[in-house]
């Protein structure tokens, strides 16, 4: 059955190998209708070449729950001034909203890996497209069996919970994997209600209620690294990133926007992280 595709729905390193690499589709002979449909939308008649020696998607095969399934992006080599991933774009075929996010980078993350939890409705391919600032594009992907992600009930119903919503959190994440750049998670306190989850006590849908954009820029107000995205991430929101600082009096301000347009920020200095 054909995915329709709607512009809603898709809400929407030094990388010197990738010289070397073979300049091959990607997996045309797997590609099944929704993913077509996807490739289509996002890249028209641009060539999406085979990225298994520039990009790696990191994703449990099984996972114990379709709604909080965790994934991660992981570049070849980090990012250079002269040549470096410009957007990743995380897709699941069989997701009623396949393009689950796009992340937006520059240089100064000094790596572009990104690590993010998902939901996964029904077996699937989770792919990520890697676009470099040459306009290049490589996929690569991994199969999730998985379902009922994006109709899971929601974790915590707890009433008092809208009192917190929209609190962000930034906290070390391990090594960045670049000896200048710092490994960061950030977490939005947030429903992300899908529109397909149902009440427990009412036995009715709760309404869609999703963060739809993050954006953090540094103290000079330079944006660092920033996110769209849809029902397909999970309660909660995570986001592991790295970023150089500029100097030592660096900060990082946050700003979150959801689907009813609600605004959330926050300022940390980056040396108290």
């Known amino acids: 059955m054909s995915t329709t595709i709607t512009r809603r729905g898709f809400l929407a390193s030094g990388v010197a190998a990738a010289a070397a690499l073979k300049l091959r589709p990607a997996f ?3 590609d099944g209708q929704a993913w077509r449909e996807v490739r289509e939308f996002l890249f028209q008649d641009r060539p999406v070449l085979d990225g298994s020696d520039f990009v790696k998607l990191e994703a449990p095969v099984r996972p114990a729950n379709g ?6 992006i992981v570049p070849a080599a980090p990012q250079r001034d002269d040549y470096f991933i410009r957007k990743h774009y995380l897709v699941v075929d069989k997701n009623p909203s396949p ?3 796009v992340f937006t980078l520059s240089p100064r993350n000094g790596t572009a890996e990104i690590g993010t939890r998902i939901r996964v409705n029904e077996y699937s391919h989770v792919r ?3 676009e470099t600032n040459r306009g290049e594009l490589f996929m690569n992907k991994a199969f999730v069996k998985a379902s009922g992600g994006c109709s899971a009930p929601p974790m915590d119903n707890d009433p008092m919970a809208k009192l917190t919503m929209g609190r ?3 906290a070390r994440k391990g090594a960045a994997g670049d000896g200048d750049a710092r490994g960061f998670q950030l977490s939005v306190l ?3 209600n899908s529109g ?4 427990q006590i009412s036995m009715l849908f709760i309404p869609p209620h999703y963060i739809e954009t993050v954006e953090i820029a540094n103290a000079d107000g330079e944006q660092v690294f920033a996110v769209k995205g849809d029902i397909t991430f999970s309660q909660n929101p995570s986001f592991d990133f790295s970023y150089k600082p500029k100097r030592d009096d660096d900060i990082l301000q ?3 926007v959801d689907s009813r347009q609600k605004i959330y920020t926050a300022t940390w200095p980056v040396s108290s992280a």
């Open 28 to 30: 045309a002979e797997d």
């Open 67 to 72: 709604g909080d399934v965790s994934v991660r």
């Open 99 to 101: 393009v689950g996010g």
């Open 128 to 130: 990520v497209i890697s």
């Open 168 to 170: 962000m959190e930034l």
């Open 190 to 192: 947030h429903p992300n």
């Open 196 to 199: 397909m989850q149902m009440d």
């Open 254 to 256: 946050a700003k979150a």
